[in-house]
Nanobody, 125 residues
Framework: QVRLIESGGGLVQAGGSLRLSCVVS????????MGWFRQAPGKDREFVAS????????YYADSMKGRVTMSRDNAKDSVFLVMNSLKPEDTAVYYC??????????????????WGQGTQVTVSS
């Protein structure tokens, strides 16, 4: 059974930084993409970042470019999301997701088959 477990969320002041982590367990696929999405209260889920596990190429949402960096650690089956210059509007639950059907970074939530339970990020003004 594939499981994704996020960690690293919390409360941070505007302008601060956070590093989110996601560990994948029970993986049976070798070529896939990983993504981060977020959902704020009353809003739709939106794409944040994605990475191709095979070549490490990344893809970022325009609203996050320059403020986030996604990376992977093959040995630890983990992905990370470093977020800088956080704003109150970045407050949301952040979800990690895995897309075994593709091997390229993608912003399409429909491509992702497995999702974590989410980690809360709250940015105070």
């Amino acid at each position: 059974q594939v499981r994704l477990i996020e960690s690293g969320g919390g409360l941070v002041q505007a302008g601060g930084s956070l590093r989110l982590s996601c560990v994948v367990s029970g993986r049976t696929f070798s070529s896939y993409a990983m993504g981060w999405f977020r959902q704020a209260p009353g809003k739709d889920r939106e794409f944040v970042a994605s990475i191709s596990w095979s070549n490490g190429m990344t893809y970022y949402a325009d609203s996050m470019k320059g403020r986030v960096t996604m990376s992977r650690d093959n040995a630890k089956d983990s992905v990370f999301l470093v977020m800088n210059s956080l704003k109150p509007e970045d407050t949301a639950v952040y979800y990690c997701a895995a897309a075994p059907q593709i091997n390229y970074a993608s912003n399409m939530a429909s491509k992702y088959d497995y999702w974590g339970q989410g980690t809360q990020v709250t940015v105070s003004s």
